[in-house]
């Protein structure tokens, strides 16, 4: 029988340690294997991805590259640039490949693309062999055993898991890679036309960028950031397999921090160094295997024994939250990520509704504040001149960096949605994902789903103030005055509020609290906050209320027609 011909095919699992499905490829010990990564027109061509997130993409494919290479000079990553739907019926020919192997993923995106490739290549008569390894269990498992519903809470996931059985032990890394074989491409180069998202921007990535199958060298080279279009990163964040690996090992090294992890006593006012493990966005890219970060943690915790922290706050705690998310998107779908359509997520009449949402036609007579205010407030949120210090500063952060703590992502969710502004979560889920580093469908918008009070948490009368949440961390407002280096020389008193420095203290700090913040800003000035928050805040958990019909949630008739959690 002819020795297999493998393409391993990478995607969001770019690591060799702890990777089931490299496992199974190299199981069938292969004459050849080509190791790949496939452009991909709903990740290329999205409006949505920053230029921090692909900055770090392309350090985790170079990282894996050079791993690769260091286990077979002759190998390395192979980057081809067509949609995986139209390159592998042609591709899987060419190179007479036998066997397509790739991690799974439950993202509703990818499983669409997946069967389509999935029936390609058994229509080329090619076996395809998939392996879970993106989460601590196999997502559609906990599904399965949780009678084909979404985990609505940390509690159904461990109840569900205990079913499916102990989180899998990592697998080591290979010790050698087989020879990649010939890549010949004697086929047409198929662009598309019709990618999601398109916008003008993106339309010109894909004329500088698409220039041949292997690339502008025909060297199946790593696309640069240049070429794709895109301005030079801003964010310090790097990343790649083997800094994701030597963070883990520092974490765990400092035994008393991971032992006794207790989330909601970390910071997130907190920066060089954070106050959590800024691991996400390498779990996001698959160059961290969750199962790695998870075992390496248990380790520790079982050695410390008594006094150690325990899910939910602990860190693995944390990682169980993440599957959570994962599991409830499997088992939800396409809808996991929206209101309409999907019944887990309860409808609001936000004043500033998606669009999705404003198509149902239920939204029209809910309004309670002028809508123009309400687009107003967002854009002055995303932009991160709200007025309000600690808000600002922790969009900007978001911005530059990509990454903000946890709670700093609660400040700005709540804010944005029953706090203060009354947007729909949506819009504040798709600016998030532009920037964040980490962005995963199913965390993301489980996250602001919890936040929003529309999905996993229903407790709308707690509020995040925008200054006394931050000043209880962090009284003197060095996060402030980091971000918002307009204020860095103001007195403490005044930092969470400047709008109540008397003027004499804003001209000792060098600053004016003027304007709407919108369109150009005069050098030192810093916005009027864009609402009385107290009254804000009352007009929300008012609104709130009726929105849940208090006393009646579960039993409103428009809950029973199906219109109220689900249209
Ligand atoms: P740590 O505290 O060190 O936790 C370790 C790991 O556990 C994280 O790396 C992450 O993988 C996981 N984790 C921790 N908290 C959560 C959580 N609440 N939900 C899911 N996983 C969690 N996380 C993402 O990975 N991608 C997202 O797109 C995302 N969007 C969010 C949007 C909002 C509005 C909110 C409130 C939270 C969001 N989170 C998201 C969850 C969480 O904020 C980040 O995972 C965490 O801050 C990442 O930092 P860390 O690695 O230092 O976390």
């Not at 490299?22 to 294997?33: H, R, T």
């Not at 494919?61 to 791993?67: A, C």
């Not at 402030?480 to 203290?505: C, G, M, N, Q, T």
Request: a neutral charge.
């Amino acid at each position: 029988m002819p020795k297999p011909r493998v393409v391993y095919w990478f995607r969001t699992d770019l690591r060799l340690h702890d990777s089931p499905a490299l496992k199974a490829a190299l199981d069938l010990e292969p004459d050849v294997l080509w190791p790949i990564f496939t452009w991909d027109p709903y990740y290329v061509y999205r409006a949505r991805g920053g230029t921090n997130r692909w900055q770090f993409l392309l350090d985790c494919q170079n990282d894996l590259s050079s791993s690769i290479t260091k286990l077979n000079p002759k190998s390395k990553l192979y980057v081809l640039r067509e949609a995986p739907q139209t390159l592998f019926p042609k591709l899987l020919k060419a190179w007479k490949v036998t066997h397509l192997v790739f991690e799974k993923d439950t993202d509703a995106y990818a499983r669409q693309r997946d069967e389509v490739v999935a029936n390609a290549a058994k229509e080329a008569g090619v076996k395809v062999i998939t392996r879970a390894g993106r989460t601590l269990w196999d997502s559609d498992e906990i599904v399965s055993h949780h009678n084909g519903k979404p985990t609505m809470s940390m509690t159904q996931l461990l109840s569900a898991a205990k079913k499916v059985g102990p989180v899998p032990r990592p697998i080591a890394s290979p010790k050698n890679l087989p020879d990649p074989g010939d890549t010949p491409l004697d086929f047409e180069h198929h662009v598309p036309t019709d990618a999601p998202d398109v916008n003008a921007q993106a339309r010109d990535r894909k004329e500088t960028a698409y220039r041949g199958i292997a690339g502008p060298k025909g060297d199946f080279a790593i696309e640069t950031l240049e070429e794709l279009g895109f301005p030079p990163a801003t964010t310090p964040f790097r990343g790649g397999e083997s800094i994701a690996l030597k963070n883990l090992a520092d974490i765990v090294g400092n035994k008393k921090y991971t032992a006794t992890f207790e989330k909601p006593k970390t910071s997130p006012a907190q920066f060089e160094p954070p106050s959590t493990t800024l691991l996400s966005p390498f779990l996001h890219f698959g160059a961290l295997s969750v199962r790695e970060f998870y075992w390496g943690v248990q380790q520790v915790v079982e050695a410390h024994g008594k006094g150690a922290s325990t899910p939910p706050a602990s860190l693995t705690g944390q990682l169980i939250f993440r599957d959570m998310y994962f599991a409830a998107q499997a088992a939800v779908g396409p809808k996991f990520t929206q209101t309409a359509g999907n019944p887990y997520c309860r409808f609001i009449p936000w004043h500033l509704p998606s669009e999705r949402d404003a198509q149902t036609g239920l939204v029209t007579d809910k309004y309670t504040v002028d809508s123009d205010d309400a687009e107003t407030w967002f854009q002055r949120w995303k932009r991160g001149v709200t007025g309000f210090p600690w808000i600002d500063a922790l969009m900007r952060q978001l911005v530059h960096t990509g990454w903000i703590h946890h709670l700093g992502r609660h400040s700005l969710a709540c804010f944005l949605t029953r706090g203060g502004c009354y947007v729909d979560w949506e819009r504040g889920a798709e600016v998030f994902e532009v920037h964040l580093l980490d962005h995963e469908p199913a965390c993301n918008a489980g996250n602001w789903q919890w936040l929003s009070c529309t999905a996993f948490f229903s407790q709308f009368f707690r509020c995040y103030s925008p200054v006394s949440f931050g000043q209880k961390w962090d009284r003197d407002g060095r996060l402030i005055r980091k971000w918002v280096p307009e204020l860095k020389d103001l007195d403490s008193k005044y930092i969470y509020e400047p709008w109540k420095a008397p003027i004499r203290d804003q001209k000792k700090a060098g600053v004016r609290v003027v304007g709407d913040g919108l369109g150009e800003r005069e050098e030192g000035t810093y916005p009027k906050p864009m609402f009385d928050f107290g009254k804000r805040r009352e007009a929300c958990i008012n609104a709130m209320k009726a929105a849940y019909g208090v006393g009646l949630y579960g039993d409103d008739e428009r809950v029973a027609d199906g219109s109220w959690r689900g249209l």
